[in-house]
């Protein structure tokens, strides 16, 4: 019997952050020492104030569906949450918690997108954008930046992007993966630009909010004549060490949070009730709870930043939050490394994979083909070996 998939499924990239990782996998599993710098997966623990409540909600008997929208309790942690980190109100109506921030944004494009609405991507942009708006039959429009502006959109580039059709801009800020940090004159600057266009919305993806070197956040919505027309995502996956909890969350308009409500409960039911709780928790606490990883993240970029300057070849910038280096490596195109000729990011991905064994990332998947994304969420000692085995082979 044929294998009939649809042409949705087919038509979609695999991730190529977890592509990228299951070939590491795969690679350790044959004996080889590889060294991932792929995920953008934080090397902490969970704090263990959070791990107390998630073994008191497990006590608590939290073992019932939840509400799909997220526990009342949480809504309100998050809600305070809001308020005291980015001077935002949202009511209880206006926030919906999912499976994961990934969910989240899943939501927001199939609530809001119709066949053919454009959505703007400053590139580079997470790799998930993209194909996200495609399954929504959105159609996303890439605009280009490079190192010279720290990867940043300006208004002249969003003003040209800019089209009858065009429905939604969606941008992360810290970065992934260039750990961009838009100021606030900057949001300003693009603001002045889209209250010209009253119909476009904007996702503003503050998930890396808390790893930000750059001596504040500023979220959009916060921004005079952004509020309504903003979607604002976080989740708990990156500043407290919670990937695998797998709890996002969006503060919205109302009209947005009812139409992911009503999608969530077809889809998901709602997120694990062991994980709501324990997030509360997380929430509720003061940001100087997980200063330390902070501090730490900080310290590793700038020794990240160090070594790998000593690389000819690789054009490096300053990036202000999150925990990645988005170096531009095109200065070995059309250069052959031991027998390997290097045409683009991913030639040179698999060469620093194959001969450094070394994990890395393709910037084409993130919409820039000069680039690399390298995750410095590891350890110190492995951080160091790692640019040593890629000076070593270049």
């Not at 902490?44 to 799909?68: C, G, L, M, R, W």
């Not at 695998?244 to 308009?253: D, E, H, V």
């Not at 690789?314 to 027998?339: M, Q, R, W």
């Not at 393709?362 to 000069?370: D, V």
Request: net charge negative; proline share 5%.
């Amino acid at each position: 019997m044929s294998n009939h998939l649809s042409d949705r499924i087919q038509n979609m990239s695999t991730s190529a952050t977890l592509a990228m990782a299951a070939k590491a996998r795969e690679l350790r599993n044959e004996g080889k020492d590889i060294i991932g710098l792929s995920l953008g997966e934080p090397d902490f623990n969970i704090p263990d104030f959070i791990k107390e409540a998630a073994k008191q909600a497990i006590d608590d008997n939290y073992s019932s569906y939840t509400p799909v929208d997220g526990y009342a309790e949480l809504k309100k942690a998050i809600s305070l949450k809001f308020k005291r980190d980015n001077g935002l109100e949202y009511g209880p109506n206006q926030i919906v918690v999912s499976s994961g921030a990934k969910q989240s944004l899943f939501n927001i494009a199939m609530v809001v997108l119709n066949p053919g609405d454009e959505v703007i991507l400053p590139a580079p942009y997470w790799v998930s954008y993209s194909d996200i708006v495609k399954l929504a039959e959105g159609v996303p429009v890439e605009v280009k930046t490079d190192i010279d502006t720290d990867f940043k959109m300006t208004p002249a580039q969003l003003e040209a992007a800019i089209t009858p059709n065009t429905r939604m801009i969606w941008f992360s800020s810290p970065c992934n993966p260039s750990g961009s940090v838009y100021s606030k004159a900057e949001l300003e600057g693009l603001a002045e630009v889209l209250k010209k266009h009253p119909n476009i919305y904007v996702v503003s993806d503050e998930i890396y909010e808390h790893i930000n070197f750059a001596g504040g956040h500023v979220s959009i919505a916060g921004i005079e004549g952004m509020y309504d027309r903003t979607v604002t995502v976080n989740g708990v996956s990156k500043a407290f060490a919670m990937t695998g909890w797998r709890i996002g969350y969006i503060g919205a308009p109302e009209w947005i949070a009812k139409g992911c409500t009503k999608l969530q409960g077809q889809v998901t039911s709602g997120a694990n009730a062991i994980a709501q709780r324990a997030v509360i928790t997380a929430l509720e606490a003061p940001v100087s709870k997980i200063q330390y990883m902070i501090d730490e993240f900080h310290k590793r970029r700038d020794l990240v930043l160090g070594l790998l300057g000593e690389i000819e070849g690789f054009n490096l910038n300053v990036p202000e939050g999150a925990f990645y280096v988005f170096p531009d490596i095109s200065a070995f195109f059309g250069k052959t490394l031991n027998g390997t000729t290097i045409n683009n990011a991913s030639d040179f991905a698999l060469y620093l994979l194959e001969h450094a064994n070394v994990a890395t990332v393709t910037g084409e998947a993130f919409g820039n083909p000069n680039c690399i994304r390298i995750s410095y969420a590891a350890s110190e000692k492995e951080l160091k070996e790692a640019i040593a085995r890629i000076k070593a082979v270049v």
